[in-house]
C-alpha cells in the first residue's frame, strides 16, 4: 500500500502561484509514475503532469505546459506541482496519484493509489 496526503491549495488570484505537495509513505519502493490530476464537480478527472521516477522523465497536459512543474524531493519522498500563472479555468480540486507498472501516464484509471485532493481556487 501507498499512501499520498497532498496539501498547498487554496485561494489565489489569476497570475499568481501555488505549489502543492504530495507525500508519499508505505511501499513508495514500488512506485514508477507519481501524478497530479484535477478534477471540477460534473467533469471528468484531467490529467494535469506526472514524473517517471527512474529517470525524472516529467510530461504535462497542453493547458499547463510552461506554467505548471512537477519535481520531487527523493529524500522525503515528497512530488511538487509548481503552478505559476494561474487562471480561473485551472479552478479544481487537485489530487496526487501514484502508478505501479505500464506505460500509459495520462489515463486516471492507470494510477494505482490517490491522494484525499487538495482544493486550488483562482478568482478573476
Known amino acids: 500500500q501507498v499512501q499520498l496526503v497532498e496539501s498547498g491549495g487554496g485561494l489565489v488570484q489569476a497570475g499568481g502561484s501555488l505549489r502543492l505537495s504530495c507525500a508519499a509513505s508505505g511501499r513508495t519502493s514500488s512506485t514508477s509514475v507519481m501524478g497530479w490530476f484535477r478534477q471540477d464537480p460534473g467533469k471528468e478527472r484531467e490529467f494535469v503532469s506526472a514524473i517517471r521516477l527512474s529517470d525524472d522523465n516529467t510530461y504535462a497536459a497542453d493547458s499547463v505546459k510552461g506554467r505548471f512543474t512537477i519535481s520531487r524531493d527523493n529524500a522525503k519522498n515528497i512530488v511538487y506541482l509548481q503552478m505559476n500563472s494561474l487562471k480561473p479555468e485551472d479552478t479544481a480540486v487537485y489530487y496526487c496519484?501514484?502508478?505501479?507498472?505500464?506505460?500509459?501516464?495520462?489515463?486516471?484509471?492507470?494510477?494505482?493509489?490517490w491522494g484525499q485532493g487538495t482544493q486550488v481556487t483562482v478568482s478573476s
Open positions: 496519484a501514484a502508478k505501479l507498472v505500464g506505460l500509459q501516464i495520462t489515463r486516471s484509471m492507470a494510477y494505482n493509489y
